[in-house]
């Protein structure tokens, strides 16, 4: 398969529990981003990777979320001390170079916190 | 604050319908795409605009970029329930470098 990638497809989790999603990026994308959708809207972002350094953290939403990415490839989303509001779906996707090339999304992770 | 406001959110159409969905913002974008999204998978690119007043067909879809590079439209001639889905439109704003703004998405329901 040549597309992206996440794991899980689900996750149920209990408030104050942490969680971590996995996204593995097309081979050879440079750029990684990371977006949450609440159901039925649109996308927030997240964060952005160029190789393994994340150039724009702007998007996420507390200290209580972080991400990294190790060889350039695969990228973990953690989410510390989940919370109710923290429920969505976060979606993956990859680009070649950076965002003027077209954006390819996994199918996400659907985060449901009990 | 949202920056890219979708309308409308919802239509229900029958097959063989035109429509029209609109994206429109204050800031002005160096770019602007539109995604389609299915239940249970990510979006995926339709189109990306780039030059204001630019006009894009992709069969039975027109895009079109505004002059002033602040909204977008799509235009759906002869609907059919293949494009039924969640259509959202992302602009990439002059000086950001890195991400996306999407849109608030049209959810567009085409039935027989």
């Known amino acids: 398969g040549a597309g992206v990638s996440q794991s899980p497809s689900n996750k149920v989790t209990e408030k104050g529990k942490d969680v971590e999603l996995r996204c593995d990026p097309i081979s050879g994308h440079t750029a990684l981003y990371w977006y949450r959708q609440s159901l039925g809207q649109g996308l927030e972002f997240l964060i952005y990777?160029?190789?393994?350094?994340?150039?724009?953290k702007s998007g996420l939403p507390s200290d209580r979320f972080s991400a990294e990415r190790t060889g350039g490839s695969v990228s973990t989303l953690t989410i510390q001390r989940t919370q109710q509001e923290d429920s969505a779906v976060y979606l993956c996707?990859?680009?070649?170079?950076?965002?003027?090339?077209?954006?390819?999304f996994g199918p996400g992770t659907r985060l449901t916190v009990l | 604050t949202q920056l890219l406001e979708q309308s409308p959110q919802f239509l229900s159409i029958q097959e063989g319908e035109n429509l029209t969905v609109y994206c429109n913002s204050s800031?002005?974008?160096?770019?602007l795409q539109w995604y389609r999204q299915e239940p249970g998978e990510g979006p995926v690119l339709l189109v990306t605009?780039?030059?204001?007043?630019e006009v894009k067909k992709l069969k039975r879809l027109t895009f079109q970029f505004g002059d002033a590079r602040k909204d977008s439209s799509l235009h759906i001639t002869a609907a059919q329930p293949g494009d039924t889905g969640l259509y959202l439109c992302?602009?990439?704003?002059?000086?950001?470098?890195?991400?996306?703004?999407f849109g608030t998405g049209t959810r567009l329901q085409v039935t027989l």
């Open positions: 992302a602009g990439a704003i002059t000086g950001t470098a890195s991400k996306l703004t």
């Open positions: 605009v780039v030059t204001g007043g």
């Open positions: 996707a990859s680009s070649h170079y950076g965002l003027g090339n077209e954006q390819f």
């Open positions: 990777f160029q190789g393994n350094s994340a150039p724009d």
């Open positions: 800031s002005v974008f160096s770019s």
